[in-house]
């Protein structure tokens, strides 16, 4: 695993489910996510990769975390959603402690750790991966362990608008539900590096049920018919693939 791809890295907030930062000056980012979706075999060896997480690559991140050159990391299986089958991110404060982090970690390794690796790689023998630049997102602690995320396609010449609308006309909706005790918390994030998925909306709470019940009145608040914002958002970014994501392992 270290030797393939150096370290498995998520989202995504689902999910990215994003680390909390402290909300930064407006127009500047809160802070960088790198993350990496994981195509698995289904059932009972999926879950096999989760105990070599823990056992080879989890103390590594609780290190980085410990000594500053992180934020926060974590570790989901897949709920319900498309291929991915499992993520894992973490996050810092700048691009550059993001990369730094990365060159740092699985430096060190042995037969028992490149054996479990291979393990992992067989399991999970492709991936792809991510990096988001997180924009706007709630100012609460609280990470509920249910994540929602939705990764969409956009118009990239006019994805920055979408942005413009997320912080000025969601955000204040999202922010709500937070009070109200709805969601736990949640994240819009924008592509830095990866695939077709241009922007990530991330929601957390304490179990899927109330987080989708949560889901289904943020919609009927965004895209109201007479919310001009929300018509107009949807002509920009008009595709997206959601993700349903259990936070199985993750540290602050």
């Not at 989202?11 to 680390?19: E, F, G, W, Y």
């Not at 960088?32 to 698995?40: E, G, K, L, V």
């Not at 002509?235 to 959601?242: Q, V």
Request: some cysteine; glycine content about 8%.
């Amino acid at each position: 695993m270290r030797k393939a791809f150096r370290y498995i890295t998520l989202v995504l907030l689902s999910a990215l489910p994003i680390v909390v930062m402290a909300q930064a000056e407006e127009d500047e980012p809160i802070g960088y996510a790198y993350a990496t979706y994981f195509f698995c075999d289904s059932g009972g060896p999926a879950d096999r990769v989760d105990e070599i997480f823990k056992k080879i690559n989890a103390p590594d991140l609780d290190k980085q975390v410990k000594d500053g050159a992180l934020q926060g990391w974590g570790w989901l299986s897949h709920h319900t959603g498309g291929l991915w089958r499992r993520a894992q991110y973490y996050t810092a404060p700048t691009l550059n402690d993001l990369l730094d982090a990365q060159d740092a970690m699985g430096a060190d390794s042995d037969a028992e750790t490149d054996k479990l690796a291979d393990e992992f790689n067989s399991i999970c023998p492709s991936h792809q991966d991510y990096i988001w630049e997180q924009l706007v997102g709630g100012d609460s602690d609280t990470r509920g362990t249910a994540i929602f995320s939705v990764y969409y396609v956009c118009d990239e010449a006019r994805e920055e608008r979408a942005d413009e609308i997320f912080k000025n006309d969601f955000a204040p909706i999202f922010n709500t539900f937070v009070e109200d005790g709805k969601i736990a918390n949640w994240g819009w994030l924008s592509h830095w590096v990866g695939g077709k998925y241009r922007r990530l909306q991330t929601v957390s709470g304490s179990d899927h049920k109330s987080l989708l019940a949560a889901r289904g009145e943020l919609i009927e608040a965004m895209y109201a018919d007479d919310n001009e914002a929300g018509a107009e958002f949807t002509s920009i970014c008009g595709s997206h693939e959601d993700y349903m994501w259990d936070l199985e392992t993750t540290t602050q």
